[in-house]
Nanobody
Framework: VQLQASGGGLVQAGGSLRLSCVASGRAFMSYSAAWFRQAPGQQREFVGGIPRIGSVDYADSVKGRFTISRDNSKNTVYLQMTSLRPEDTAVYYC???????????WGQGTLVTVSS
């Protein structure tokens, strides 16, 4: 499986962006997907995850502002980001896993920069 993330860019605080992550290969619907981010000089952190079946989980820092969704017909997972803050500036990565295993497949990352 290969993942291609896109949609990053420069946005002013309070603005919105939608990231997309397209997966190659088959059986995308069998995977749980997630978004992570890594700010300069910081460790990668979990943003949110969408399972194969079930409810979406979010980090407290993005709850109410970010929405994760998936379109299995397009092998794509989305991250809709609103009310962006400068502290949301990071490289955003998508990832896939089967069940509760470790995330095995990772995208290349897309940079989001939020200016104040």
């Amino acid at each position: 499986v290969q993942l291609q993330a896109s949609g990053g860019g420069l946005v002013q605080a309070g603005g919105s962006l939608r990231l997309s992550c397209v997966a190659s290969g088959r059986a995308f619907m069998s995977y749980s997907a997630a978004w992570f981010r890594q700010a300069p000089g910081q460790q990668r952190e979990f943003v949110g995850g969408i399972p194969r079946i079930g409810s979406v989980d979010y980090a407290d820092s993005v709850k109410g502002r970010f929405t994760i969704s998936r379109d299995n017909s397009k092998n794509t997972v989305y991250l809709q980001m609103t009310s962006l803050r400068p502290e949301d500036t990071a490289v955003y990565y998508c990832a896939l896993r089967l069940g509760l295993t470790q995330y095995k497949y990772w995208g290349q990352g897309t940079l989001v920069t939020v200016s104040s």
